[in-house]
């Protein structure tokens, strides 16, 4: 591995070997969700506490100070929207790996719908993103997307698409946490795994149980957003969840410091 690309990826990937990643890429195709209606104010406060933010082009440009030092992942894929939910697979590259360059991120992540009818389209666009990003020592993420079939997300399916897209050339892989097998996922994949947060959860000791379990099982952190910017105390949260990550926190020892954090005595 040349130089480049593990630099790249040693400001996303820390010396613990762990990670936590935030997304806020979701008006890619949902246009302007809850909470991120303005996303440089939704993160400001959050950024002290992420390894890395995922995003487009158009949010990084417009409401990303840039002078942050946080490392950027670039969404590069996109051209489907909420408003042809039975098209959400669709999707094309948007961004070039020279504007991936000019923004200076340090890695770039696309979708792949294992099992769609656009199967063979994502993967193909997987293989091409990879190919040029690997000239540039830039790392590829990819996203194992389900769009609209949620019932996809257990360990057989997540395991098929995560070792796909690790065959491919994909650095690393973002994918759902399942209770049931995740270890298997996560073992039949060689390349890191991070885990999404999928939709807003009734408690955050739910949160900080799959977190915490699917670290126990293999994953080296998360690509969580929602749970975070829409919990109505994100500063807590980011913190919590941060020292199960980094600082092997139980779920327990997460909610108690949610609460301090949440209380303002920490």
Request: aromatic fraction near 6%.
């Amino acid at each position: 591995m040349e130089w480049g690309m593990k630099n790249r990826l040693a400001k996303l990937i820390q010396s613990d070997g762990r990670a936590m990643f935030l997304p806020i890429d979701h008006g890619y195709f949902q246009g302007p969700t809850t909470k991120l209606e303005e996303p440089g104010k939704t993160i400001e406060p959050i950024l002290p506490y992420v390894d890395a933010i995922m995003l487009t082009r158009g949010i990084l440009r417009s409401c990303v100070d840039p002078n942050n030092t946080k490392p950027v992942i670039l969404r590069v894929s996109g051209g489907t929207s909420m408003a042809r939910k039975e098209e959400l697979a669709h999707e094309g590259i948007t961004t070039s790996v020279r504007e991936a360059i000019r923004l200076n991120a340090s890695a770039v992540s696309m979708s792949i719908f294992v099992g769609s009818e656009r199967e063979h389209e994502t993967l193909l666009n997987l293989s091409n993103l990879v190919n040029e990003c690997e000239e540039y020592g830039i790392p590829t993420m990819a996203v194992t997307a389900v769009g609209t079939e949620l019932g996809k997300r257990d360990a057989r399916y997540l395991a098929l698409a995560c070792r796909i897209a690790a065959e491919l050339g994909a650095r690393v892989v973002k994918t759902y946490y399942c209770e049931e097998g995740f270890e298997k996922v996560v073992r039949g994949c060689p390349v890191p795994v991070v885990m999404a947060g999928g939709p807003k959860v009734e408690t955050e000791l739910e949160v900080f149980k799959f977190i915490h379990d699917g670290i126990q099982k293999g994953a080296i952190g998360v690509n969580l957003g929602r749970n975070i910017w829409q919990h109505s105390h994100p500063v807590a949260m980011a913190k919590a969840i941060r020292a199960i990550i980094h600082e092997n926190a139980t779920p327990k020892e997460a909610q108690a410091l949610f609460d301090e954090v949440k209380s303002g005595k920490k």
